[in-house]
């Protein structure tokens, strides 16, 4: 078995919705995540995939618990630190897209390195790579109401690797595309992850792209089922 990446140990997470309602999500989640490993998390609408997605990808704290990405406690550090930790560390890929509508397909993918202050002629370039890789070199100058919905999901793909991070994280990625478009988003990031031995987590409810991981989670009730 190879290394853990990582490690979320007791996670819980409860949304205060007004005096006297308190709305318990995470009930204690301990998970362990392997280095270039394939981890689908399936399970009912609303019991907490989304949820446990974001805190393991630091977009949200939890309410009680830690997370080691690496040797990192994630929720140590004060939110300026752990935006850069986030942009540099971990790739995000959305059920809608999330890309810049005023930006092209390049200029979308490169955005995270910018960010990461990488300078531009070769973040660029790197976009432009990883645009290739994915078929999508003919669309480099397109923005996205040019592009179709299996094109943007393929952009945004291309964006969350762009920072080389540990771990890619995907939350219904092929939620809105038909089936054909499906399969072929399925069969392109399962390539590209194996061939750069990433790390890839997947919120789905799509069986068949469940069925190709290394290994399947379900959630029930904010808690693993055994």
Do not use: C
């Amino acid at each position: 078995m190879s290394k853990s990446i990582l490690s979320a140990k007791d996670i819980h997470k409860t949304y205060v919705m007004g005096k006297n309602l308190r709305l318990e999500v995470l009930k204690g989640i301990d998970l362990e995540i392997h280095s270039q490993e394939i981890l689908a998390i399936m399970g009912p609408s609303g019991v907490g995939k989304s949820t446990l997605l974001h805190i393991l990808g630091a977009l949200d704290r939890p309410s009680r618990g830690i997370v080691f990405l690496g040797n990192e406690n994630v929720f140590s550090s004060n939110d300026d630190v752990l935006a850069r930790f986030r942009n540099q560390k971990i790739g995000f890929v959305f059920q809608f897209h999330h890309l810049l509508p005023e930006f092209t397909a390049v200029e979308n993918v490169a955005m995270p390195a910018l960010i990461n202050r990488q300078k531009a002629k070769v973040a660029i370039s790197q976009a432009k790579r990883l645009l290739h890789e994915i078929g999508l070199s003919h669309r480099l100058a397109h923005k996205p109401r040019e592009l179709s919905g299996g094109e943007q999901q393929r952009v945004a793909f291309a964006r969350a690797l762009i920072n080389d991070p540990l771990l890619i994280l995907a939350d219904e990625p092929s939620g809105n595309l038909d089936l054909a478009n499906s399969h072929a988003l399925h069969q392109m990031m399962w390539d590209l992850v194996r061939q750069k031995n990433k790390t890839f987590v997947v919120v789905t409810h799509n069986q068949e792209l469940a069925a190709r991981a290394d290994r399947v989670i379900l959630l029930y009730d904010g808690k693993i089922k055994k």
